[in-house]
């Protein structure tokens, strides 16, 4: 099931938690940001790939996403400038 328990964006692309423990992010992809090691736009959500371990929280900022593991990692995609 993929229901959604949090939601944030950034300034081109939006990142959610499901209650699975997933992360799926979609929009602009210029900087690695969505987590998929593509630079493509995304218009309907994908899931980070390589995430490992389910994710507790997820924070969007302009240009990259930094996803909290069920450890307490911090694990960041894309660039912060």
């Not at 959604?4 to 992809?29: Q, Y």
């Not at 389910?54 to 593991?69: C, Y």
Request: net charge positive; hydrophobic share 35%; proline share 2%.
């Amino acid at each position: 099931m993929n229901t959604l328990i949090s939601v944030d964006a950034g300034l081109d692309h939006t990142c959610a938690l499901t209650k699975g423990g997933k992360v799926k992010c979609w929009g602009l992809d210029s900087f690695g940001e969505l987590g998929d090691f593509g630079n493509e736009t995304k218009y309907k959500p994908i899931e980070v790939s390589k995430l490992g371990k389910k994710a507790k929280a997820v924070r969007v900022s302009a240009f990259s996403s930094h996803i909290i593991d069920s450890d307490g990692g911090v694990r960041a995609k894309g660039i912060t400038p």
